[in-house]
């Protein structure tokens, strides 16, 4: 009588694992059909004009408007074009020895930067407001 109860209490241990597997499917696919509720064509060729790829590479110093040569870091500096993290310690160590720049022309007084390199930033700094 005894092996009888234990075998019907493994019975019921194996459907109430059953159960619970098929309970974690069915909620696997609902889960993934969320993510995946399009189709997928993997054939199809995209094109540059359906992704949004522009012609000219846009810089993050252009996602990020410009930047103020006055306040940022060496973080935000090294966005530029042409600026490393070496040249952005000159730029924060000569604004730390001479004070803030008053035009962005300014930073042509740094060592390191001249015509061609300030070409290159000045649409991406300001000297704030």
């Given amino acids: 009588m005894r092996e009888k109860t234990l075998n019907e209490n493994n019975s019921k241990e194996k459907y109430k694992c059953l159960i619970v597997l ?3 499917f069915i ?5 993934s059909h969320s993510f995946y509720s399009g189709t997928l064509d993997m054939g199809r060729k995209i094109t540059v004009e359906e992704i949004g790829v522009t012609e000219k590479p846009v810089s993050a ?12 870091g060496t973080e935000e500096l ?3 074009p042409s600026v490393g993290e070496g040249r952005a310690e000159d730029i924060i160590k000569y604004r730390e020895e001479n004070g803030d720049f ?5 930073i042509m007084r740094v060592s390191g930067i001249g015509e061609k390199t300030f070409e290159e930033i000045k649409e ?3 000297v704030g407001e």
């Fill in 22 to 24: 098929v309970l974690f």
């Fill in 78 to 80: 090294i966005l530029l």
């Fill in 27 to 31: 909620c696997g696919v609902c889960y």
């Fill in 124 to 126: 991406q700094i300001t």
């Fill in 61 to 72: 110093a252009e996602i990020l408007d410009q930047i103020n040569i006055n306040t940022a």
């Fill in 102 to 106: 008053s035009r962005i022309e300014d």
